[in-house]
């Protein structure tokens, strides 16, 4: 079983000042409302991606350490965006934690989604203090 990566992998206090925002990934526009709230509430500042390959775009160009990944979105599906960015990311100095995101939460799930290269999974939905300790 692939471990996931330490929080301390991420570097909080540079997201935390808005140098390097959080990318979420995640269609759902009550969802991106939620989870955006949250992390505004954290302190933290995220810049939003619609669909797989907007994440993997924005990921292309710009270095995120964290990427909240919703796992069911239209275009490209979460596990298909992470393994792009990890490919991109694999030839460079950086590399995003990557945090699968999923509504459908089934048994099985996290083993599932940190073999095919996810960091760590969260459930959806998740509250203010969930989101806290993940980050």
């Known amino acids: 079983m692939v471990e996931p990566v330490a929080a301390t992998v991420v570097d909080q206090a540079t997201m935390a000042a808005g140098q390097s925002p959080i990318l979420l990934a995640e269609d759902n526009p009550i969802n991106r409302k939620l989870a955006l709230g949250q992390l505004r509430k954290l302190g ?3 810049e939003v991606a619609e669909n797989g390959q907007i994440a ?3 990921a292309l160009v710009d270095y ?3 990427i909240l990944m919703d796992i069911q979105m239209p275009v490209m599906d979460g596990i ?9 990311q694999a030839v460079g100095e ?3 934690v990557i945090v699968a995101v999923t509504a459908n939460a089934m ?5 599932r989604f940190l073999a095919a290269g996810m960091d760590d ?3 959806k939905p998740y509250g203010v203090e969930q989101l806290r300790s993940l980050l």
Request: aromatic residues 10%; hydrophobic residues 30%; positive net charge.
């Open 56 to 58: 993997v775009d924005k």
């Open 94 to 96: 950086r590399r995003s």
């Open 121 to 123: 999974y969260q459930s």
């Open 80 to 88: 298909t965006a992470m393994q792009q960015i990890r490919a991109a």
């Open 44 to 46: 933290y500042t995220a």
């Open 107 to 111: 048994e099985g799930d996290r083993e």
């Open 64 to 66: 995120y350490p964290l």
